[in-house]
Nanobody, 123 residues
Framework: QVQLVESGGGLVQAGGSLRLSCTVSERTFSSYAVGWFRQAPGKERGLVAA????????FYTDSVKGRFTLSRDNAKNTVYLQMNSLKPEDTAVYYC????????????????WGQGTQVTVSS
């Protein structure tokens, strides 16, 4: 069973930075993607950013382009989400998830999820 563990959330002032980590327990699949989702109170969970593990192709939703950056460390089976210039509207629980294949923006395919980490941005 694939497990994902997130870390790195916390409280930061607007304009600050945080780095989230998502460690995947095993690389069982030959092709997969890791996505970062977020859910704010009263809102639906949405895809923020995603990366294909093999090719490193990335996706960012418009609201985070230029502020958030994905990277991966193959040796550590870890994906990082560097979040800069944080805004109060970025406040949410952030989840990482994994799906087989490279269709990283197809959200229905994400079948393995982490427990979530809270990010709070104060104004």
């Amino acid at each position: 069973q694939v497990q994902l563990v997130e870390s790195g959330g916390g409280l930061v002032q607007a304009g600050g930075s945080l780095r989230l980590s998502c460690t995947v327990s095993e690389r069982t699949f030959s092709s997969y993607a890791v996505g970062w989702f977020r859910q704010a109170p009263g809102k639906e969970r949405g895809l923020v950013a995603a990366i294909t593990w093999r090719g490193g192709v990335t996706f960012y939703t418009d609201s985070v382009k230029g502020r958030f950056t994905l990277s991966r460390d193959n040796a550590k089976n870890t994906v990082y989400l560097q979040m800069n210039s944080l805004k109060p509207e970025d406040t949410a629980v952030y989840y990482c998830a994994l799906r087989r294949g490279s269709a990283m923006t197809l959200v229905t395919g994400y079948e393995y999820w982490g427990q979530g980490t809270q990010v709070t941005v104060s104004s």
